[in-house]
């Protein structure tokens, strides 16, 4: 069985900075690509960015230039810098990682940008 479990979420003032870690364990020899998703309520969950095998990254439009996503496949985990945060950036961010096969989910972590 995998697990996911993330950490790094809080409260932060707009332009403040946060980094999130995501840390898998289980019976896993390592992932196709890794991912940060988030949900903001009343919101569908959305991805925020990914990283591939080959260290390609993609991010989404609204995070592009502030958030930087890593990932140590060795060590199963990824990352999330978060730079000058904004209020919308507010939500629920799930960590996500796909061997091949399957989609493994964290259980989330808040993170709150206050104005």
Do not use: H
Request: proline share 2%; net charge neutral.
């Amino acid at each position: 069985q995998v697990q996911l479990v993330e950490s790094g979420g809080g409260l932060v003032q707009a332009g403040g900075s946060l980094r999130l870690s995501c840390a898998a364990s289980g019976n896993i020899f390592g992932f196709n690509d890794m991912r940060w998703y988030r949900q903001a309520p009343g919101n569908e969950r959305e991805l925020v960015a990914r990283v591939t095998r080959g260290d390609s990254t993609n991010y989404a439009d609204s995070v592009r230039g502030r958030f930087t996503i890593s990932g140590d496949n060795a060590k199963k985990t990824v990352y999330l810098q978060m730079n000058s945060l904004k209020p919308e950036d507010t939500a629920v961010y799930y960590c996500s990682m796909f061997d091949g096969y399957s989609l493994y989910w964290g259980q989330g972590t808040q993170v709150t940008v206050s104005s």
